[in-house]
């Protein structure tokens, strides 16, 4: 597959944005995705991931209870929403993808998946 993320912007501090990646090919509904952020000057960091169904969901600690992933498989579509944004939030936002058997979803670290996003800008404002 490919991906295109969109949907990054400026935002107030405790504002939020939806971000959206966008596949193409036949395959979508048999990847696992994930999103990760990168920001300046720092490593790109897990963020979440999505099974292939949608029914399994996991977040890094720092977004735990803020973000919310889902996708449409008829839209070959994930979205990442996020909810009271903060300055340490700012970054590049990337969605990736590995085709999985869907027993074998977790999956949080950046070698572990196969194609990749061009990634979005996230900036806060305080």
């Known amino acids: 597959v490919q991906l295109q993320a969109s949907g990054g912007g400026l935002v107030q501090a405790g504002g939020s944005l939806r971000l959206s990646c966008v596949a193409s090919?036949?395959?979508?509904?048999?990847?696992?995705i994930a999103w990760f952020r990168q920001a300046p000057g720092k490593d790109r960091d897990f963020v979440s991931v999505?099974?292939?169904?949608?029914?399994?969901?996991y977040y890094a600690d720092s977004v735990k209870g803020r973000f919310t992933v889902s996708r449409d498989n008829d839209r070959k579509t994930v979205y990442l929403q996020m909810n009271s944004l903060q300055s340490e939030d700012a970054a590049v936002y990337f969605c990736?993808?590995?085709?999985?058997?869907?027993?074998?979803?977790?999956?949080?670290?950046?070698?572990?998946?196969?194609?990749w996003g061009q990634g979005t800008l996230v900036t806060v404002s305080s």
């Open positions: 990736a993808a590995v085709s999985t058997i869907s027993s074998n979803w977790f999956k949080t670290r950046e070698e572990e998946f196969t194609c």
């Open positions: 090919g036949r395959t979508f509904s048999r990847h696992t």
């Open positions: 999505i099974s292939r169904s949608g029914s399994n969901t």
